[in-house]
């Protein structure tokens, strides 16, 4: 059983920045095998995937619209989850969920491929 609590959601001009987190609650040989990944959906649009983390080697990846912007991040000691979002636009807007995966067979990047769920943080970007 993984659990997930997302903050630091909020309103920001274009141009702005915000950090998410992600506190994360699991057995600790759990977390070994686990993918944490950002996942955001927009008012009558699918959900889509962010960014993803490896917890144990801390291999990362991106999704084009938001790669050289934000930047996944993991603290095993507080096992918190950050993903920092600079130069934010007004069409980052959107809940974003924080997922996880135990031990995922593919690339991690979908959200059929997680099985945890956080309730998710709103983030508004005006411009």
């Known amino acids: 059983q993984v659990q997930l609590v997302e903050s630091g959601g909020g309103l920001v001009q274009a141009g702005g920045s915000l950090r998410l987190s992600c506190a994360a609650s699991a057995r600790t040989a759990t977390f070994i095998e686990l993918v944490v990944g950002w996942f955001r959906q927009a008012p009558g649009k699918e959900r889509e995937f962010v960014a993803r983390?490896?917890?144990?080697?801390?291999?990362?990846a991106y999704s084009d619209s938001v790669k050289d912007r934000f930047s996944i991040s993991r603290d095993r000691d507080t096992k918190t989850i950050y993903l920092q979002m600079n130069s934010l636009k007004p069409e980052d807007s959107a809940v974003y969920y924080c997922?996880?995966?135990?031990?995922?067979?593919?690339?991690?990047?979908?959200?059929?491929?997680?099985?945890?769920w956080g309730r998710g943080t709103q983030v508004t970007v005006s411009s």
């Open positions: 983390i490896g917890w144990d080697y801390g291999i990362t």
């Open positions: 997922a996880a995966a135990r031990a995922p067979a593919g690339r991690a990047v979908t959200p059929a491929e997680y099985y945890y």
